[in-house]
């Protein structure tokens, strides 16, 4: 890895506030590197998940704490105009409830004290071609599936001797298969589950296959109940969520635990900490130029999301140290940047 020009590429995605290119950075600094070296850079090979976890381990050895929490969700960034590739192709977008063409990228957000970081990452390829029966219309799939690549990722968490106590997922990700692995790893789950999902609440029941769907239970809000999910052998907590929507309504979201020691306020607040990969997902749109890259190379176009995933993580050091959230960080730069352009126009029109 070229240390130097990791660190000049992903400074320059957090302090650029538009396109992103070789030819910028260039410029940006004065042609000491060239476009060239630049682009070389960004081709030489690919940059993994072990990568990353080798660029972050130092900051993590020094939050991690027994009872931290790994949280896994999916998103999509939309690229409307850039060439179809194995990468970047189209994906079902649950928020938008429709098919949308761009990058659909799996991370792995670590949190502990205050403090994310991402450790681990897959991008969702889709090599494989095939013709849709019903629409006639040439569609792709992956090798593996999301769930698939999560056990993957979580593994490698492991594996790697990160020190956490429980996993969060959505209700996408809510699958046995999950959670049997996570449990056979020692580490427990809180997950939404969908209204569907099938529950027993008792060993009779559970023995005589009666299960009832999990939203029809009369639940209050964070009140908890005992019970088997079908399919899945351990005892869980069954936890009610009631929430009150910016329209006004209400809505419901039921939550599964491992950890039978778990009130339902302690399963709310493990919850309630998902948001943070949802805040990571936002700030790597937003403050590390995501999608604000032209390259149309899978290589190049996979390695700017690393690049951006690691500028992300540098902007949650800054914050350690200012006690600035990654917008307020960006806004100060942007601030500094209108200053100097303005103090620039100023020169200009007295040489003139």
Request: include cysteine.
């Amino acid at each position: 890895m070229n240390q130097q020009h990791l660190e000049l590429y992903t400074d320059y995605l957090i302090t650029s506030f538009g396109q992103t290119t070789a030819t910028g950075l260039s410029a940006m600094l004065s042609g000491d590197i060239s476009h060239d070296a630049v682009t070389r850079f960004l081709s030489a090979r690919d940059y993994t998940a072990r990568d990353l976890w080798l660029a972050v381990k130092k900051t993590v050895r020094q939050i991690e704490t027994d009872d931290a929490v790994l949280i896994f969700d999916d998103t999509i960034q939309e690229k409307h105009w850039t060439d179809e590739n194995d990468i970047m192709c189209w994906h079902f977008d649950h928020c938008q409830g429709r098919m949308v063409r761009g990058l659909n990228l799996l991370n792995a957000l670590y949190h502990a004290q205050g403090i994310s970081v991402p450790v681990a990452f897959e991008i969702i390829r889709k090599p494989n071609h095939f013709c849709d029966i019903v629409t006639r219309q040439e569609k792709r799939s992956s090798d593996v599936t999301k769930n698939e690549l999560l056990q993957k990722m979580f593994n490698l968490c492991v594996n790697n001797q990160l020190k956490f106590r429980y996993v969060l997922m959505d209700s996408w990700f809510s699958a046995k298969e999950n959670f049997d692995l996570i449990r056979a790893r020692r580490k427990h789950f809180v997950a939404a589950l969908k209204d569907n999902r099938l529950v027993a609440l008792s060993a009779a029941d559970r023995q005589q296959g009666r299960f009832v769907r999990v939203d029809s239970l009369v639940l209050s809000d964070k009140q908890t109940v005992r019970g088997w999910l079908k399919g899945f052998d351990e005892e869980v907590l069954i936890v009610r969520r009631v929430f009150t929507n910016k329209d006004g309504s209400s809505g419901e979201l039921n939550l599964v635990c491992s950890d039978l020691t778990c009130d339902g306020e302690q399963v709310a607040q493990l919850h309630q900490k998902r948001w943070k990969v949802e805040e990571f997902h936002k700030s790597l749109k937003s403050n590390a130029g995501l999608a604000k890259s032209p390259t149309r190379r899978v290589r190049t176009q996979q390695n700017h999301v690393f690049m951006s995933m690691y500028a992300v993580f540098k902007l949650e050091c800054l914050k350690m140290t200012h006690k600035l959230n990654h917008f307020a960080l960006r806004s100060r730069l942007y601030i500094k940047a209108i200053k100097l352009a303005y103090d620039e126009l100023l020169e200009m029109r007295a040489a003139a």
